[in-house]
């Protein structure tokens, strides 16, 4: 069994992990790629070799998506549909990685996967185009195109943990609001779970059972490892980045009742608390 991944992401990297006795491809866009996959022992293919991508694609099993899309949509769309259609590749699960952020604010209120899509980003408006995209490709072609969507994703090198020991934690606060958070292996065995139970056109939210605010999240961090939490801090829109603002801009708790029910998915790291402490176990 093989699989194919268009950008060699850390959600990639966890779903290749997780796959045990497959093996996988990527694709990378410069020398500095090529060498990443390289070291991980991951066949490379560059985006540009259309002949390649033909060849990679013919004999994949499962292909994943993980690439931003940008102001021309996703980048993989043009590259892997001529690619598919020479190939003549029917691959058993194609899944795209998309963002709860499509939802948009929510007050603090419940979302499922067939609430109204009302994203407020540019970022999670492509999000809601490339979605639109793969799925009408997946119509055209016949082929079996499964959308993922994620909350903010942490695991080890990239969590709360980090930041505290680092001194760059802040834990912001504003009344009422929380927000979803999925760790990286438990993405891993949701795609993984997708991927034995492939469904055309269907759509996923990945999260963990909790939503929390971020600043009980630092706080939790900080009490694993022993350290004075961060002050709270009120929270002020105008004083953060563009990036952080449209974090913050924004609240809801994800319902990940459909993946436990279609896909006999549970996650190892219901909430931060397990998540965190399994990190810090592990060294991370």
Not at 62 to 72: E, Q
Not at 117 to 132: F, K
Request: hydrophobic share 45%.
């Amino acid at each position: 069994m093989r699989l194919f991944a268009f950008g060699f992401s850390y959600s990639a990297r966890a779903l290749m992990r997780r796959l045990e006795g497959w093996t996988a491809a990527a694709t990378y866009r410069d020398a500095a790629g090529a060498a990443s996959l390289a070291a991980a022992g991951v066949s490379g293919i560059s985006v540009e070799d259309h002949d390649g991508l033909v060849r990679e694609l013919a004999r994949a099993q499962a292909i994943l998506l993980s690439a931003s899309p940008g102001p021309g949509g996703c980048p993989a769309l043009p590259v892997l549909v001529p690619a598919l259609a020479q190939a003549n590749a029917f691959p058993d699960w194609i899944g795209y990685l998309s963002t709860t952020g499509v939802y948009g604010d929510r007050n603090g209120g419940w979302v499922k996967e067939e609430s109204r899509l009302a994203a407020q980003s540019v970022e999670g408006a492509r999000r809601m185009a490339a979605e639109r995209d793969w799925l009408e490709v997946g119509r055209g072609m016949g082929l079996t195109i499964t959308v993922h969507r994620l909350p903010g994703i942490y695991g080890p090198g990239r969590s709360s943990l980090d930041r505290v020991r680092a001194g760059a934690a802040r834990r912001l606060k504003a009344q009422g609001q929380v927000f979803s958070r999925i760790h990286v292996d438990d993405l891993a065995t949701g795609l993984a779970a997708s991927i034995a139970r492939p469904r055309a056109g269907g759509i996923y939210n990945l999260c963990d059972d909790e939503p929390a605010s971020n600043s009980d999240v630092v706080a939790e961090a900080a009490l694993l490892l022993g350290v004075p939490p961060p002050p709270e801090q009120p929270l002020d829109l105008e004083a953060l980045s563009p990036q952080a603002r449209r974090f913050y801009a924004e609240s809801k708790r994800v319902s990940n009742a459909r993946a436990k029910a279609e896909l006999d998915w549970r996650p190892a790291y219901p909430t931060y608390r397990e998540g965190l402490a399994a990190i810090l176990a592990a060294g991370g």
